[in-house]
T-cell receptor
Framework: DAGVIQSPRHEVTEMGQEVTLRCKPI?????LFWYRQTMMRGLELLIYFNNNVPIDDSGMPEDRFSAKMPNASFSTLKIQPSEPRDSAVYFC??????????FGEGSWLTVV | AQRVTQPEKLLSVFKGAPVELKCNYSYSGSPELFWYVQYSRQRLQLLLR??SRESIKGFTADLNKGETSFHLKKPFAQEEDSAMYYCALFFGNEKLTFGTGTRLTIIP
């Protein structure tokens, strides 16, 4: 298995633009997680899905952030409009059971 | 509330010296605890979990329920151990909560 696949790996965008991050979880995994990593706040859970259904989105910072999982093999995290403080590494992760999480390589976002 | 605390943001240790990365947790139930490692610009990887009581790359971690701690230890640090280390707590049968991480630097 290729593991959790994220795209793009790197993105630089201007403030106000829409950003869409994509994730393909490991086949057969029931749970999918979106995390944000920054120097100041460490690793924060934004939202997670179980069987394609959003279970807990309490970590989503504000209405500018939205996440979808239309099917078991694809999820998106969208930021609209983007702001410089959204600059971070965004990790997608998937899990077969919930307690062992496999991470993607991350999407490095810079908003200027 | 469930919480994982890693008190040290940065830790520098000389090569060959012992390493201890601290992790404390607060959880009223039976915890499942993990250590994840992130090497420079790479994905997070599971290092070890307390239920398996294993040693990976020379690292061990013992769950101390009395002190609510799960410190990560290695007797002799190696340069390749330089990385970001995250302690994580699994609760509620649903999600993993991470600490803020400790950046370990091994000084040659």
């Amino acid at each position: 298995d290729a593991g959790v696949i994220q795209s793009p790996r790197h993105e630089v965008t201007e403030m106000g633009q829409e950003v869409t991050l994509r994730c393909k979880p490991i086949s057969g995994h029931n749970s999918l997680f979106w995390y944000r990593q920054t120097m100041m706040r460490g690793l924060e859970l934004l939202i997670y899905f179980n069987n394609n259904v959003p279970i807990d989105d309490s970590g989503m910072p504000e209405d500018r952030f939205s996440a979808k999982m239309p099917n078991a093999s694809f999820s998106t995290l969208k930021i609209q409009p983007s702001e410089p403080r959204d600059s971070a590494v965004y990790f997608c992760a998937s899990s077969p059971t919930g307690n062992t999480i496999y991470f993607g390589e991350g999407s490095w976002l810079t908003v200027v | 509330a469930q919480r994982v605390t890693q008190p040290e943001k940065l830790l520098s240790v000389f090569k060959g010296a012992p390493v201890e990365l601290k992790c404390n947790y607060s959880y009223s139930g039976s915890p499942e605890l993990f250590w994840y490692v992130q090497y420079s610009r790479q994905r997070l990887q599971l290092l070890l979990r307390h239920i398996s009581r294993e040693s990976i790359k020379g690292f061990t971690a013992d769950l101390n329920k009395g002190e609510t701690s799960f410190h990560l230890k290695k007797p002799f640090a190696q340069e390749e151990d330089s990385a970001m280390y995250y302690c994580a707590l699994f609760f509620g049968n649903e999600k993993l909560t991470f600490g803020t991480g400790t950046r370990l630097t091994i000084i040659p």
